[in-house]
């Protein structure tokens, strides 16, 4: 099993830009996550979900979408990035019943 | 609001230094108390859970113990591959499931 992946590793954008950041899992995991990481700060979540087609926003969603079609993917879209956007993200996926979160390897995003 | 604070920031222990790393929380009711550990540039590896005071979980080197208000990770006679951040997060009992609330983290650093 590879776990969790996400796409790319890092990537830089200009302020206005759009991209999407991909999360796979192949853990069959009904569960899935988005959170990004600033220095000095714990983990926010920005939306997860509880199933394919089943999305809910978490404490910091302004500013991104997602949608969950399959239960392996996850993806991430920044619709007009911008510099508060700047930071590395990490999807997670978690089966039901269980309490552990399983973390990808992250995204470094820069927004210039 | 649910909280979660870690102290110290950061730690230098010389390599066979025990100490104890400080979670302290502010949750409403507890659901559970996680402990993850990230290495650099790389996403978090879930360590432990507990999930009432008095509780307490191992693994190697490390010693996870649980109060009414805070959490302790015990590391006895640490070695330089114990060097990592360790995180702390709490779920609220009263709250969706899938909230997890992060601390910023402790960072490690083992000295042969």
């Known amino acids: 099993n590879a776990g969790v992946t996400q796409t790319p590793k890092f990537r830089i954008l200009k302020i206005g830009q759009s991209m999407t950041l991909q999360c796979t899992q192949d853990?069959?995991?009904?569960?899935m996550y988005w959170y990004r990481q600033d220095p000095g700060m714990g983990l926010k979540l920005i939306y997860y979900?509880?199933?394919?087609?089943?999305?809910d926003k978490g404490e910091v969603p302004n500013g991104y979408n997602v949608s969950r079609s399959t239960t392996e993917d996850f993806p991430l879209r920044l619709e007009l990035a911008a510099p508060s956007q700047t930071s590395v993200y990490f999807c997670?996926?978690?089966?039901?019943?269980?309490?552990?979160?399983?973390f990808g390897p992250g995204t470094r995003l820069t927004v210039l | 609001e649910d909280q979660v604070t870690q102290s110290p920031e950061a730690l230098r222990l010389q390599e066979g230094e025990s100490s104890s790393l400080n979670c302290s929380y502010t949750?409403?009711?507890?659901?559970?108390l996680f402990w993850y550990r990230q290495d650099p540039g790389k996403g978090p590896e879930f360590l432990f859970t507990?999930?009432?005071a008095g509780e307490e979980k191992e693994k190697e080197r490390l010693k996870a113990t649980l109060t009414k208000k805070e959490s302790f990770l015990h590391i006895t006679a640490p070695k330089p591959e114990d060097s990592a951040t360790y995180l702390c997060?709490?779920?609220?009992?009263?709250?969706?499931?899938?909230?997890?609330?992060f601390g910023p983290g402790t960072s490690l650093s083992v000295i042969p």
């Open positions: 853990m069959n995991h009904n569960y």
């Open positions: 997670a996926s978690r089966k039901v019943g269980g309490d552990t979160q399983y």
């Open positions: 997060a709490v779920q609220n009992l009263k709250t969706s499931y899938d909230k997890v609330i």
């Open positions: 507990l999930y009432s």
């Open positions: 949750v409403s009711g507890l659901r559970g």
């Open positions: 979900s509880v199933g394919a087609g089943i999305t």
